[in-house]
T-cell receptor, first 112, second 120 residues
């Protein structure tokens, strides 16, 4: 299977919370990232979490890390139509290249 | 602070031709990475350059090549274009200092807007 897996699509209603999930395979991952890609643009870093943390919060964004299950999630509170984008999860491993490995991305669709 | 600049933004080529894409990193960033993004394969790592040397390489054929100049600007070249090379090519820069993995911190990548290549 792929190193970093994400579901491809998520549809939510405006004002609801969105939860985007990601699983990774390498237990030695040190940093885990969330990037956002809006139409016609490159990827933009949203947030990252170091592997010794369980949670990180930044305004409407909450990242949860479950190292035992190798599961990462991104929660967006009060989702707005401007949050419609592709969200990429990425991991960076120890012991080798520090180039992050990206998932395929989750397309978040926010409808009124 | 200027972001990562990629040129051209859009281009159309025919099969068998070659193409060169350019990337100017953020000032002070010494590492430049290239990615290919397609709907079917997602984001695929091509290669990474640091101080004019290719430091990491993804699993792409030799038709894909790159280089980095002394000012950290980078170019990638694709020769003998195939229809399947149609994609968005993204460049990303980072500080990524030389040395061990643990010394490089979070190694946050800053991406350009990409060059969209269409091969007919």
């Amino acid at each position: 299977g792929e190193d970093v897996e994400q579901s491809l699509f998520l549809s939510v209603r405006e004002g609801d919370s969105s939860v985007i999930n990601c699983t990774y395979t390498d237990s030695s991952s040190t940093y885990l990232y969330w990037y956002k890609q809006e139409p016609g643009a490159g990827l933009q870093l949203l947030t990252y979490i170091f592997s010794n943390m369980d949670m990180k919060q930044d305004q409407r964004l909450t990242v949860l890390l479950n190292k035992k299950d190798k599961h990462l999630s991104l929660r967006i509170a009060d989702t707005q139509t401007g949050d419609s984008a592709i969200y990429f999860c990425a991991e960076r491993r120890t012991g080798g290249s520090y180039i992050p490995t990206f998932g395929r991305g989750t397309s978040l669709i926010v409808h009124p | 602070k200027a972001g990562v600049t990629q040129t051209p933004r859009y281009l159309i080529k025919t099969r068998g031709q070659q193409v060169t894409l350019s990337c100017s990193p953020i000032s002070g960033h010494r590492s430049v990475s290239w990615y290919q993004q397609t709907p079917g394969q997602g984001l695929q790592f091509l290669f990474e350059y640091f101080s004019e040397t290719q430091r990491n390489k993804g699993n792409f054929p030799g038709r894909f090549s790159g280089r980095q100049f002394s000012n950290s600007r980078s170019e990638m070249n694709v020769s003998t274009l195939e229809l399947g090379d149609s994609a968005l090519y993204l460049c990303a820069s980072s500080l990524a200092p030389r040395g061990g993995v643990l010394s490089s911190g979070a190694n946050v990548l800053t991406f350009g807007a990409g060059s969209r290549l269409t091969v007919l």
